[in-house]
């Protein structure tokens, strides 16, 4: 773990990771910044957009000049207006992020969902412990974070691999937070 964006390494590759250390490791406040992956840019989704249209025109060349154009070309845009929503739905429905503060004397995580709303967690860092639950969460490799009387989960929007990153950074920061 250190500060800048973490990053998990694969073989040769590297691999970026979606959360972000924003203080250094020795620093008395440690602070976690989550985020979902969001693989498709502005400029891809026009792309997208415009790609799946220009396709799907070529099976209607063969129609051109006839009523059967007329009659196929509302499923053409049906089909597009969809694939536009359903970006646009996805795209709106990743904006999560999550925010973990930590010292020797409180942890907060507080979520800030799609709507919105936001959700928050504090404990005594002396209380709190991590646990990774590979088989008995919602998803394989779970990460949990318990103090307080509840146990809230942290970065579920997470792949698997990154989640058992995840895990391993913030036993190394709670670790180190409560040695000082």
Known sequence: MHSGIARQSVGAVE??????????????????????????SPEGFAIMILGFFLAALIPLMGVLGTLLLWGLLPFLL?????LYYALRRNNR?????????ITSEQTRLQRTNPDGMTQEWESNTYWVTVS????TGPVPNYVTLKGAGREVEIGSFLSEDERKVLYTDLTNALRRVKDK
């Open 132 to 135: 990774l639950h590979e088989t």
């Open 78 to 82: 049906a089909a597009t207006a969809g």
């Open 15 to 40: 691999k970026v990771m979606p959360y972000q250390w924003t203080t250094p490791p020795r620093a008395p406040r440690q602070e976690l910044k989550l985020w979902p992956h969001n693989a498709l």
């Open 93 to 101: 429905d990743r904006q999560i992020t999550e925010l973990l503060s």
